[in-house]
């Protein structure tokens, strides 16, 4: 068996890679297991140095690690370069903050003296996806390295080589052999690995099924996990609304990436005022979308990661329309070469309608409209899922109190979803557990130990 990445721009073969036998992966294991003891009492400060080198070794190779990308998933190159930039802004975070937030903290009891110390667990399973195939990884990697963990990615299929180049990257920034290593082996494998005595614990982002299947496995385990598991995005527009900002940040939000992000916004929520409008605005800026090559400049729409990815989301646009949907403009795939689909609005969408309750993950802005602002925060919250969601309105007193009603993990008034070093990550519901980024995240992989002394 083996892992083939396939340009979804032109369908062409990227690279094979063979996949792992029993050997190779006990070899990868043992070689993890040696190194976690040493990583795990290095001091903080040679972490710090450890992680700023792997940044500066992203940022030296910034240009051929993001057509990597592109090649391999199809993301504009643009938004490729960005994001191997913002793995380097990460690590550069938790070395100049992880040693704060792995401190020791004093705590008056009826001891003498009595503390909390955070401990690395050991070594950390990472299940990650392919639409972010860099910052997912160094998203869970960055902190978890800082807290003195190891760390072992199972990546998508189909970004073979994504992964290899990210274990290159930790070599060649000097990390020693072990402290992270990408395994080649398929989904199937996955519970082996989560079985075995050297991992730890479990950061899986991904589908509601795979996450169900590592949760289950985990736990058997006794196995901490944090899951990742998607959303549906509510972005609410209130009739005070600043449009040319909303529909500016709706088309960022909805298309970054092709649609294809768990925090993009896929529930666009006007309230009755101001829907028509909103919507008219938001088709005219949709419009000027433009697929093409990614790796051009010019090219503002790129093709989504996969064919059969597409297809599965024209069958949920062709339900939705048949089911009462409008669509307002695109809803077709494009034909021709590449995994290509248009830019597109599906308006009026009602309970009942797959669009209503499903995540679309592509380039499909689904309109629900509302009659007020409590029908809005009603139907922002009609939702399985939780991760995140934003507010719009001039009066951000009201966004900060509607924000504050929304379930989710996260919700931005007057800007558009993103993920931050800086501020925890994560969603409830059925979009997941646990969080990522922050000390929040770094503290997910840690013993939270007490010591008591008379």
Known sequence: MAFKSINPATGQTVRIVETWNETQLEQALAEVAAATPAWAASRLETRADALRRVAAVLRSRRDELARLISLEMGKLIGEARGEIDKCANGCEYYAAHGAE????????????????????????????????????????????LMAGNTGVLKHASNVPGCALAIEEVFLEAGLPAGVFRSLMIPAGRVNRVIEDKRIHAVTLTGSEPAGRSVAATAGAQIKKTVLELGGSDPFVVLEDADLDLAVHAAVASRFLNTGQSCIAAKRFIPVASIADEFVARFKTAVETLRHGDPLLESTTLAPMARVDLRDELHQQVIDSILKGAVAVTGCRPIPGEGAYYEASILDHVVPGIRAYAEEFFGPVAIVIRAQDEADALRIANDSPFGLGGSVWTRDSARGERIARQIQSGAVFVNGMVKSDPRLPFGGIKRSGYGRELSRHGLREFVNTKTIWIR
Do not use: C
């Not at 001891?111 to 639409?131: D, E, H, I, K």
């Open 101 to 144: 937030f792995v401190a020791d903290e004093i705590i008056a009891s009826d001891a003498g003296r009595s503390l909390v110390a955070y401990q690395p667990l050991g070594t950390v399973l990472a299940v990650m996806p392919w639409n972010f195939p860099f910052w997912q990884v160094f998203r869970f990697a960055a902190p978890a």
